[in-house]
Nanobody, 125 residues
């Protein structure tokens, strides 16, 4: 599966952005999906995940209550709605996929096989 993220942008602290990740090349509804981010000089970290049906989601503690992951299988797209953004959310965000239909929401990057190029999110104070 090929992944392409969009929604790159600049926001002020307290603002909102929505990232999208469009998939092609395989049955999107057969994949777990996840969002990860990497800030400059830091390791990649888990942000959010969603299972194939959308019924199971998970979040990093740092974004819980502010970010929402969702998916539209009919549009082959997963979203990350980011509200109440903070400067520490500044990072390159990447979406990832793993072909599995189950109730698992995978939080470990090693559990994903496919990665899209990242998209930059910058939050100013």
């Amino acid at each position: 599966v090929q992944l392409q993220a969009s929604g790159e942008g600049l926001a002020q602290a307290g603002g909102s952005l929505r990232l999208s990740c469009a998939a092609s090349g395989d049955t999107f509804s057969s994949h777990r999906m996840g969002w990860f981010r990497q800030a400059l000089g830091r390791e990649r970290e888990f942000v959010a995940c969603i299972n194939w049906s959308g019924r199971m989601t998970g979040y990093a503690d740092s974004v819980k209550g502010r970010f929402t992951i969702s998916r539209e299988n009919a549009k082959n797209t997963v979203y990350l709605q980011m509200n109440n953004l903070k400067p520490e959310d500044t990072a390159v965000y990447s979406c990832a996929a793993y072909r599995m239909r189950d109730s698992v929401c995978a939080t470990n990057a090693q559990e994903y096989d496919y990665w899209g190029p990242g998209t930059q999110v910058t939050v100013s104070a």
